[in-house]
C-alpha cells in the first residue's frame, strides 16, 4: 500500500500510521461520514414509527424489526461503501 499525503501539511505517512507526523492529525480509515450515519439512525427511527403506524396493531413490532433490519443493512452498506476512505481529521487545540 502507497503512503499517504497529508491533505493539511502535505507530508507523507504510511499506510497504517494513526497520526500525521507533520501536524498531528488524527488518520481515520474505513469511516462512513458521520453526518451519513446520523441521517441512516434518523431514516429508520421515522421508518419504525410510520411502519408501526401502518401495520395493525397487533403486529405493530414488525415495523420496527425491519427498520432495525434496514438501520444495520445500511450501516453495513455505508461501511463497506467507505472502507478505502481516508479521512485526515485536524484538531485544532488551544493551548
Ligand atoms: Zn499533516
Known sequence: MSDLICPHC?????HGAKVCQGCQAEIHYGE???????????VSVVLAIVLAINFSSDIWYM????????????????????AD???FLRIYKTK
Open 63 to 82: 415495523g420496527v424489526i425491519v427498520a432495525v433490519g434496514g438501520y444495520f443493512a445500511g450501516r453495513a452498506l455505508l461501511r463497506v461503501k467507505y
Open 85 to 87: 476512505e481516508i479521512d
Open 10 to 14: 502535505t507530508k507523507e505517512a504510511p
Open 32 to 42: 462512513p461520514p458521520r453526518i451519513l450515519m446520523l441521517l441512516l439512525r434518523i
